[in-house]
Nanobody, 120 residues
Framework: QVQPVESGGGLVQAGGSLRLSCVASGSLFSINVMGWYRQAPGKQRELVAQITSGSSTNYADSVKGRFTISRDNAKNTVYLQMNSLKPEDTAVYYC??????????????WGQGTQVTVSS
């Protein structure tokens, strides 16, 4: 059973930086896609960034140029470097890992989330 654990959240002033980490400690299966989602109060959970084992990346338009996702597949660890943070980035950030078994068959694993608060 893959159990993602996030860390690195906290309080930061607008314009500052944070780096989030997510590790799938004790993972049994290979992780093919790693992603970061966030959910602000009263809003839907949204995709922030994702990266595949082949290093292809996708970003939400709202974070392009400010956030960078990276991964260490050997350690099943994914990072989210967040620069130039804005108050609207305030949310709980969740790590989601996907293990692809075959085409159309995958297992997703969600972390518990880490709070990021950006003060104005």
């Amino acid at each position: 059973q893959v159990q993602p654990v996030e860390s690195g959240g906290g309080l930061v002033q607008a314009g500052g930086s944070l780096r989030l980490s997510c590790v799938a400690s004790g993972s049994l299966f290979s992780i093919n896609v790693m992603g970061w989602y966030r959910q602000a109060p009263g809003k839907q959970r949204e995709l922030v960034a994702q990266i595949t084992s082949g290093s292809s990346t996708n970003y939400a338009d709202s974070v392009k140029g400010r956030f960078t996702i990276s991964r260490d597949n050997a350690k099943n660890t994914v990072y989210l470097q967040m620069n130039s943070l804005k108050p609207e980035d305030t949310a709980v950030y969740y790590c989601k890992l996907r293990s692809v078994i075959s085409i159309g068959h995958e297992n997703d694993y969600w972390g518990q989330g880490t709070q990021v608060t950006v003060s104005s």
